[in-house]
């Protein structure tokens, strides 16, 4: 966890210790206790995945299900990888976070422990992350089954559940979930993969492995995105500036564009709010969730009278909500987020059967909001009532700066420079403009690109993998723009190209008209190309069916969240497939069900 930035006093020299101790390291000249600079570079993240077969998931036959683990049937097979770990960074000083995703074979990806059926364990120091699994699974044998991704937390003891969507007997089910969680000191958590199958066979199916971590395999992974208000008060509500241009370091410019800016980065908003109401939901009829506990709030947004979240200062937010209605005979469930009282933006509508199990809808979309802007959750059901059972939440992090330009040209901090003694008079100017101008001014505008579908693509053939078209490249709340760097490129082909290497957060989702030959299967991912041309495979963040068709049913689709490395030059895109359906098919652009694709750097 990043120590908070000292107050610059008047009068007082500027060293070069001082300037490494707050921008790169706590421990002067020691990266593996970094802070500032290098810390929000290189924040602790790590993802893992299945990289080889030989795990199943056993599904439960009572209503409901049960919280099942992993089962490893080959033991002696290191079956997880990880393919982004900044963990080293950070083990041994300040607790920010230590452990592995791991394998169950000693010494496997560094960890000497054997988690038995945990198989895929992550240790989280002080701070608030953000955290996420896909849970990717064979074709199950009931329609009526649901598929549900979750994460296992504290020690096993505490269960994150995420989606739970239809099962499909013919295509690979893929349910995704996402929260955050906060630790404490003394109080370490532990997170991974959960699986909760709801089948009334009660049969094991096979946990799907792909050799990359693309693809529709299972996934889980964590992101620090703060340090949380148990450690530290939130600056004042307030967007700090940075100065790129430096002519003095007086402790007045340090302390405004240094400790001011580190100070935000460390304490940037986040909200989680939990425990919806229960009761009925009326057909068509939209209803607001609202949420009772209030988890993490660190600059006190929410309300629970209102149950609603006023965002504190304008920005990209990510965005994410999930509700849990009980098992239904027919019809469909959508949860969504209401801005200002007047525009509702939803997630895909999740169909129910009847089966055994829990329908848990629920949405991911980076956003441009605004300070002052109010937030809800919101859901609606088709054909029949629905009933909450009082499980859910929402979360909203502030992602980054919005911007007003689309041709910022800042680059990433250089994270192996340090600052010596004796540097003077012009030298020293430049310096500050290239490490602390550039580098500050890069960590709070951070690459990022919204946009949405305005036109609908038609006579999409089934089984075919499409490119989505996003006619609007803005924020889809205020129209700000959205493409601050430049690496937009509209039309039938569009695709972003990134100009800054790092880890970039992608969060898409995909909408269709709701189809006329059921069950079908809604696919949603993205795909690209290196700069040298060669071809990526898609990486898939949801593969749900849906059963409901008709003109009016709400639109069908799937969306998620999950992270991928871009070097400068590379291309990437957001991809749609209907499977099993009728012939052809089309998007759907109904307002608040428009397809999406966004993304923002998160890491070098």
């Known amino acids: 966890m990043p120590v908070q930035p000292r107050n610059w006093v008047p009068n007082t020299y500027v060293s070069a210790q001082y300037l490494n101790n707050d921008l790169y390291s706590y421990v002067p000249y020691n990266a593996h206790a970094p802070n500032g600079v290098l810390f929000h570079s290189m924040p602790p993240m790590k993802v893992g995945w299945l990289l080889v077969s030989g795990v199943n998931v056993t599904s439960a036959a009572a209503a409901g299900g049960s919280t099942t683990e992993l089962t490893d049937t080959s033991p002696s097979v290191n079956h997880w990888g990880t393919y982004v770990n900044t963990e080293s960074m950070f083990a041994g000083y300040n607790g920010a976070t230590q452990g592995m995703l791991t394998g169950s074979v000693a010494g496997a990806d560094g960890d000497s422990v054997n988690f038995a059926t945990s198989l895929a364990p992550a240790y989280l120091g002080l701070g608030i992350y953000l955290v996420f699994s896909h849970l990717a699974i064979a074709p199950v044998t009931n ?37 955050n969680v906060t630790t404490s000191v003394g109080n370490p958590v532990w997170i991974n993969l959960e699986s909760i199958v709801q089948d009334s066979s009660a049969n094991s199916y096979a946990a799907e492995s792909n050799a990359n971590p693309v693809s529709t395999t299972c996934r889980v992974g964590y992101l620090w995105i703060g340090v949380g208000n148990t450690y530290s008060t939130p600056p004042a509500v307030s967007l700090p500036s940075t100065l790129t241009t430096w002519v003095t370091a007086s402790s007045a410019n340090l302390n405004q564009y240094v400790s001011a800016v580190l100070e935000f980065m460390n304490n ?52 994410h909500v999930m509700t849990e209605f009980s098992d239904a005979a027919a019809g469909q469930r959508r949860v969504g987020v209401q801005i200002n009282g007047t525009l509702n933006l939803y997630g895909p509508a999740t169909s129910s059967a009847s089966g055994s ?86 960590l709070m505008n951070r690459p990022y690109f919204l946009g949405y579908q305005t036109t ?18 803005t924020g889809r709340v205020h129209g700000t723009v959205g493409d601050n760097y430049g690496g937009w490129a509209s039309g039938a082909s569009n695709h972003y190209t990134a100009k800054v290497p790092g880890w970039y957060l992608v969060v898409m989702g995909g909408f269709q008209v709701p189809g006329t030959t059921v069950p079908y299967v809604c696919q949603a991912g993205f795909n690209g190309q290196d700069s040298l041309g060669g071809s990526f495979t898609v990486t898939v963040v949801q593969q749900q069916t849906s059963t409901n068709n008709g003109g009016t049913t709400l639109p069908p689709g799937a969306d998620g969240l999950m992270v991928i490395y871009l070097n400068t030059g590379d291309e990437v895109w957001p991809q749609y497939t209907q499977l099993n359906g009728a012939a052809t098919y089309a998007t759907s652009v109904v307002t608040g069900c428009e397809s999406h694709f966004g993304l923002v750097w998160i890491s070098e």
């Open 143 to 179: 329609a009526t089954g649901y598929v549900s991704a979750g994460i296992e937390e504290t020690g096993l003891t505490v269960h994150i559940r995420g989606g739970s969507q239809l099962g499909s007997t013919t295509q690979i089910n893929q349910a995704y979930c996402a929260d």
């Open 268 to 319: 940037r908003p986040v909200n989680r709010v939990a425990t919806p109401q229960t009761g009925s939901v009326a057909v068509s009829t939209l209803t607001a969730l609202n949420f009772s506990s209030n988890t993490n709030d660190n600059y006190s947004g929410y309300s629970v009278t209102t149950h609603k979240y006023t965002v504190p200062v304008t920005g990209v937010y990510l965005a």
């Open 357 to 442: 199990g829990f329908i848990r809808p629920q949405m991911t979309r980076l956003l441009d909001l605004n300070q002052g802007d109010t937030v809800q959750g919101i859901c609606t059901t088709l054909t029949n009532a629905g009933t909450l059972s009082g499980i859910g939440g929402m979360q909203i992090v502030w992602m980054g700066s919005q911007s007003t330009v689309s041709n910022l040209a800042y680059t990433i901090p250089d994270v192996n420079f340090r600052w010596t003694a004796g540097v003077e008079d012009q030298a020293l100017v430049n310096l500050f403009n290239s490490h602390l101008g550039n580098d500050l001014a890069f």
């Open 456 to 473: 609908a693509q038609t006579a999409l053939p089934n089984g075919t993998a499409e490119i989505l078209q996003m006619q609007s490249a």
